[in-house]
């Protein structure tokens, strides 16, 4: 089993359309969590960390269910620019970040 | 404000020749990583590095040789290049993993034919 999962999409909304999608990981010693994203041809950067409390970056929320293991992010009001592969990040308290393979957006105009 | 550099960003090998990726960054950070990515795959941990002088194996280390003599530079080796092998390689730096935040380079981009 892979340590961290994805939906790989890819979801297709409108401009202006909320979209949600989430990741699953298999160690529940993980301690930290985070959303990178990848646009097309280009290296990953980070979108935002996930607190236990769930936290909000301007229109991105994002959540984590320990007892489910899980992580969401949501995107409100998407924009054109907001097409991407967002990367589901888990570090399983080592050295060592775990990457999913990533779920895609696409915005349409 | 270099960060993180790759070279070369392109290469075509044949089967069996050997090459180096050479990745660099100016941030003094005590952590670097090499990933590779594939279709489908995301990106999977090659070697890493938690400081000068050290390395240690990640998920796919076979083919694969590191050196970190310097703090700033993490040399990935392929000694007899495979098709296998045929994939976007990207570097990244920490000051430290707790905070999550990878600085990646651009990718170099490898075929082996």
């Known amino acids: 089993r892979k340590e961290v999962e994805q939906d790989p999409g890819p979801f297709n909304v409108p401009e202006g359309a909320t979209v949600a999608f989430n990741c699953t990981y298999s160690?529940?010693?993980?301690?930290?969590f985070f959303w990178y994203r990848q646009d097309c041809r280009k290296e990953p950067k980070l979108l935002m960390s996930?607190?236990?409390s769930g936290n909000e970056d301007g229109r991105f929320t994002a959540q984590l269910n320990r007892a489910s293991q899980y992580i969401s992010l949501l995107i409100r009001d998407s924009k054109l620019s907001d097409s991407a592969t967002y990367l589901c990040?888990?570090?399983?308290?080592?050295?060592?970040?775990?990457f999913g393979a990533g779920t895609t957006v696409t915005v349409r105009a | 404000n270099a960060g993180v550099t790759q070279t070369p960003k392109f290469r075509v090998l044949k089967t069996g020749q050997s090459m180096t990726l050479l990745c660099a960054q100016d941030?003094?950070?005590?952590?670097m990583y090499w990933y590779r990515q594939d279709p489908g795959m995301g990106l999977r941990l090659i070697h890493y590095?938690?400081?000068?002088?050290?390395?240690a194996k990640g998920e796919v280390p076979d083919g694969y040789n590191v050196s970190r003599l310097k703090k700033q530079n993490f040399l990935l080796g392929l000694e007899s290049a495979a098709p296998s092998q045929t994939s976007v390689y990207f570097c990244?730096?920490?000051?430290?993993?707790?905070?999550?935040?990878?600085?990646f380079g651009e990718g170099s981009r490898l075929t082996v034919l």
């Open positions: 990244a730096s920490s000051y430290e993993i707790d905070t999550g935040e990878l600085f």
């Open positions: 160690n529940s010693a993980s301690q930290s």
């Open positions: 996930v607190y236990s």
């Open positions: 990040v888990v570090n399983p308290n080592d050295y060592k970040l775990s």
């Open positions: 941030m003094n950070h005590e952590y």
């Open positions: 590095s938690v400081g000068e002088g050290t390395t």
